[in-house]
């Protein structure tokens, strides 16, 4: 039977949700790694995608500064690094150092990108809006890659573990 719930529990209920990682340049010229479910793909002509960063995030910072973000979806090698990106914030911390992230250049960008991805999304911010707690970027698009020979994460139990959908 269908009952009230709320939408945190909404989130629960649906998982496992998606996981990428958000990458940012830092002012020091360093990446900046931060966990991101509140993603979409909104439009394949042109390419153009979003995602919802809380207000207070440093990532939405230096997205809103530079105007460049790269979105990954990491693999399952790298599930741990990828849950302290999530409880960590970048505004003092070299994630990358801290978590042992193995990073590799994007040709074009300044922003490196985990090594362990199955999908980079290469993106300019076109706007973004206040949506409550939080700012959602919508972005255009401008190179994709992919690696299938990496296991996409996703996120269960709401947003407690990372693991593979199957
Ligand atoms: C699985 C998971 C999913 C998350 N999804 C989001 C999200 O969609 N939006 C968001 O603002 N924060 C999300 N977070 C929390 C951020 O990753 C966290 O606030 C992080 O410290 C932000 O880092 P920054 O300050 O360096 O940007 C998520 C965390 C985890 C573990």
Redesign the pocket.
């Known amino acids: 039977m269908m009952k009230k719930i709320n939408l945190p529990q909404a989130a629960n209920l649906t998982s496992p949700?998606p996981?990428t990682v958000?990458c940012?340049q830092k002012p020091d010229g360093t990446t900046?790694?931060?966990?991101?479910?509140?993603?979409t793909y909104l439009s394949f002509s042109p390419n153009m995608i979003a995602?919802?960063?809380?207000k207070?995030?440093?990532?939405?910072?230096?997205v809103r500064n530079n105007h460049n973000v790269i979105l990954t979806i990491p693999s399952a090698e790298i599930a741990d690094a990828?849950?302290g990106?999530?409880?960590?914030?970048?505004?003092n911390?070299d994630?990358t150092e801290k978590f042992d992230i193995a990073l590799m250049e994007v040709e074009e960008s300044a922003i490196k990108i985990p090594v362990h991805s199955r999908v980079a999304i290469v993106c300019s911010l076109k706007e973004y809006h206040e949506v409550g707690d939080?700012y959602l970027y919508i972005c255009n698009v401008k190179q994709v890659y992919g690696n299938e020979a990496e296991q996409a994460l996703f996120?269960w139990n709401g947003?407690?573990q990372?693991r593979p959908a199957k």
């Open positions: 949700n996981v958000v940012t900046n790694l931060a966990t991101v479910s509140w993603w995602f919802a960063m809380a207070t995030s440093f990532s939405g910072e230096m990828v849950m990106c999530g409880s960590t914030t970048g505004r911390t994630k939080h996120a947003y407690s990372l």
